[in-house]
Structure formats: structure tokens, C-alpha cells
């Protein structure tokens, strides 16, 4: 997928509208996590050392109906001015008078960040009035968002739209993104393990088909195998599963012959509160227990999978984490994906959500190839190998 990148685009005295992923975690006002702004301040730079005018525009949150001051993108201007450096105006909407005064001020090297852009129902819908509005803003178009690049919303199609015949590039997160993912569904180097973990085998079929393609092995985790189970005819007692994906998971299996591997014993408690665990054999988990982690033999299997592997790619945790007694999965696996990138050279990319929030808990993101910004674009990625935000790109 060749696009012109923002490197390619003359930028000096243009006003450059941005399209960034700055959906942080947010506590009492309070930044949590900057991973998402400090991943766009290559791009961010580029363009204001180049003499670009910057006017950056991200979604936070969900906001239900109209402004809600707790989701207000003021927090980010202010980390990423202390980031570059030097002062990042921050406007209170996204488009209207005070917008395009505020753009008409600017100078060569200036910065700003406008509102919330889910203030404005019209984005979601990508709105196309909404669209030219944030259009006429700009004389270039740069989209980093890889969070939201599998979303047709206002600010990542329609006024990418807007400005046609104006240039229209990538910023260097989405070419990054772009290239260590589309490598591995185009060409990745063999064998190729995929590993899904996380709670719905319906949040991930046309993902887990789409593998079973183009991956040599495919490894399940999470709650999602307790569907598998049940197709298989065993019991799950008290486990989270989607009685209404079986047949699903059945056709599945039939269709993946030995490709896909399922865990062969399971860490199961009471409750997910309970610290008192056990490890069951096999898929059959007692009635009155919860499966909540894969077991030591799995993590064996799993991880002597993984040391063979030449690409990986890893989407999903194999357990309840967030809690101690369920996290030994989840640590095996990303301590195999980081043996696999230093011992065996191997491509190896976490596919976001709370599969990055487990390898940077674990501190090892720094020892993978690539941590992706969007666990769902990431998904749709591997899915689709492309994106129509992206399409429509220089």
C-alpha cells in the first residue's frame, strides 16, 4: 500500500490539519498514560521543524450528548507543550469562529489543539458538513490516528474527502503500523504464529479466519476458549462462553485441522475475586468453578510454539490479568514473544489494546518489534489488509 507520508509533503506556511490519536486515559484530569502522544511527536515534529502550521484534532472518550468538561482534550495540549517543548494553544471546539480565528493567528512553527471532536455528533456520523467545516481549515491533510483509521468518521474520511487535489499523506505511525502489520499478512517470514486470546470468539471470527489462512499456527487463550470447549462437547462450569457461537467454533475447528491449538488445562477458581486456585486437565471444567487462566502445561506448549516462530503476532490476553493469580498466561506469552525477538530474530507485533497494556505492565514492550496503537484497528487490519480512510490517501 504505497502513500505519500508526510515527509513527502512541502509543509513551510501551509496550514496542516492532523488527524492524531490522543484518546489517553484520564484520572480526575489527570493523564495516566501518554503512550498515544508520544507515539504521534515524530510526525508532530516534522511538520512544525518544516514550518508547518499545526492544527491537531482527536476524539477522547465517549461522550454521550454534547460537551462533558471530563473528557476535554485540555490535558493534551498541555503534556504535549511540555513534550515539544514550547506552548500548545488549545481551542474549546473544533469548528466555528473562535477555530478559525485561532487559525488565522497562527504562525509558521505554531501548534494547536482544538476540542473534542465527539462533541459534535456529526463526526461520528461523518457528517458532510461537519466534514468541510474542519476541511476549510487546512491546506494539507496528515492522518496518525491508526486508533480510529478503521472508523469512516468526519475527521478520518470526509474531510480527507474535502480536500481533495490538496496533498493528503500519512504521518509516520500509520506508515509504521501499515508496514510491520500488512508485512505480516502479505509476506511474513515462516513459520507464522498468531495468538488470540480476550473474552469473545464473536469479537474475532472473520479475524480468526482471515489467520488460518495466511498463520502456520494459531493459538487460543482467554475466555474464547471456553466456546471452543463447548463445541468440543466438554464442560466449562460457571466460564464465560457464547453458547451462540458453537456452531461457529465448530466449523472453526473443522476448518483449521491441526492449526488451531486450545489450551489443555486451565486455571479455574470460584470467582474472579477468589484467590484460592486449581488447575483441571483438559477442557472439562467442574460445575461449580470458572476457568480464568491457561495452565503451566499450556504455557509449556505455547511458548515452545512461539520459540520456533519467524512472525508473530499476539492480540488478546490468555487470562483475567489484571488480577495476580490469573496473570502467569498472560506473563508467559509475552515473556516467549520477548525471546523470540531477541533469540530468534523473530517479527513479532502485539496488536494493541490489552495485549499492549499487558507487555507495557510487564515492561517488556521495548523487547518486541512493534506495539500497536489500535486493538481493534489492528484486528480489522489483519482482517481486511486495508483501510478506506487510508485508501483514499495520496
Sequence with gaps: MAKKTVADVNVMGQRVL???DFNVPLDGGKITDDRRIVMALPTVKSIIDRGG???LVSHLGRPKAGPEPKFSLKPCADRLGQLLGKPVKFVDDCIGLPVEQAVRAMKDGDVVLLENLRFHKEEEKNDPNFSKQLASLADVYINDAFGTAHREHASTFGAAQALQGKPRAIGFLIQKEIKFLGDAVSKPARPFVAILGGAKVSDKIQVIESLLGKCDTLLVGGAMAYTFFLAQGKTVGNSLVEPDQVDLAK???????GKLKLPVDTVVADSIDSTETAVVEGGNIPADKSGFDIGPRTCAIYQAEIAKAKT????????VFEKPQFAPGTKAIAEAVANATQKNKAVTIIGGGDSAAAIEQLG???????????????????????????????
Design 251 to 257: 466449523s472453526l475447528l473443522a476448518k483449521a485441522g
Design 364 to 394: 517488556l514492550s521495548d523487547k518486541v518489534s512493534h506495539v500497536s496503537t489500535g486493538g481493534g484497528a489492528s484486528l480489522e487490519f489483519l482482517e481486511n489488509g486495508h483501510f478506506s480512510t487510508i485508501d483514499i490517501l495520496d
Design 53 to 55: 502550521r499545526l492544527i
Design 312 to 319: 508473530v503476532v499476539w492480540n488478546g490476553p490468555m487470562g
Design 18 to 20: 492532523m488527524r492524531v
